[in-house]
T-cell receptor
Framework: DQQVKQNSPSLSVQEGRISILNCDYTNSMFDYFLWYKKYPAEGPTFLISISSIKDKNEDGRFTVFLNKSAKHLSLHIVPSQPGDSAVYFCAASDPGTYKYIFGTGTRLKVLA | GAGVSQSPSNKVTEKGKDVELRCDPISGHTALYWYRQSLGQGLEFLIYFQGNSAPDKSGLPSDRFSAERTGGSVSTLTIQRTQQEDSAVYLC?????????????FGPGTRLLVL
């Protein structure tokens, strides 16, 4: 059973508009969440993270929101740029083992 | 500074052969992780090292898979008697320490194709 889910395999957004990528998790013990961006033929690149003691973390055009009661997090990119086109993975840190549990990814395409 | 490096970047092998995948973590990072990504899947945890010891091997899919780390640095993932289902991208990551809130930094991966 997947503990971290990204239910949208793909998303297309017009350049300059907001991109919203969603992620749901099932384990209420998860205490740290991250978003990674992955270009083809490259490893995932760390984007932004959030601790469970916060509900929002912002870094430039990227903001992550955490709703613990709903076990949901989202990544907002505004304004979206063509260079943001990539696969985005959300991940949760397993508090017992330090490993990351990843979602299956959402492919974002930003249209010029 | 240098990031995580992996070699080879691509590997094609025949079913039944053994393969070795190498990871060089970021200098000074004590924690090292191996993941794999099969086609259309998310990243699947394989094994975690703290220093040279592996406190968590829970993700290794079978006894054909093994890994070691020497000198607290380089790690090698070995797959014996490869099968077609082993075809995937194998990713290595390292972090400064083992804490759950230590960000893991990934290498570019090794793309393994078993024919």
């Amino acid at each position: 059973d997947q503990q971290v889910k990204q239910n949208s395999p793909s998303l297309s957004v017009q350049e300059g508009r907001i991109s919203i990528l969603n992620c749901d998790y099932t384990n209420s013990m998860f205490d740290y969440f991250l978003w990674y961006k992955k270009y083809p033929a490259e490893g995932p690149t760390f984007l932004i993270s959030i601790s469970s003691i916060k509900d929002k973390n912002e870094d430039g055009r990227f903001t992550v929101f955490l709703n613990k009661s709903a076990k949901h997090l989202s990544l907002h990119i505004v304004p979206s740029q063509p260079g943001d086109s990539a696969v985005y993975f959300c991940a949760a840190s397993d508090p017992g083992t330090y490993k990351y549990i990843f979602g299956t990814g959402t492919r974002l395409k930003v249209l010029a | 500074g240098a990031g995580v490096s992996q070699s080879p970047s691509n590997k094609v092998t025949e079913k039944g052969k053994d393969v070795e995948l190498r990871c060089d973590p970021i200098s000074g990072h004590t924690a090292l992780y191996w993941y794999r990504q099969s086609l259309g899947q998310g990243l699947e945890f394989l094994i975690y090292f703290q220093g040279n010891s592996a406190p968590d091997k829970s993700g290794l899919p079978s006894d054909r898979f093994s890994a070691e780390r020497t000198g607290g640095s380089v790690s090698t993932l070995t797959i014996q008697r490869t099968q077609q289902e082993d075809s995937a991208v194998y990713l290595c990551a390292s972090s400064l320490g083992p804490g759950g809130q230590e960000t893991q930094y990934f290498g570019p991966g090794t793309r393994l194709l078993v024919l």
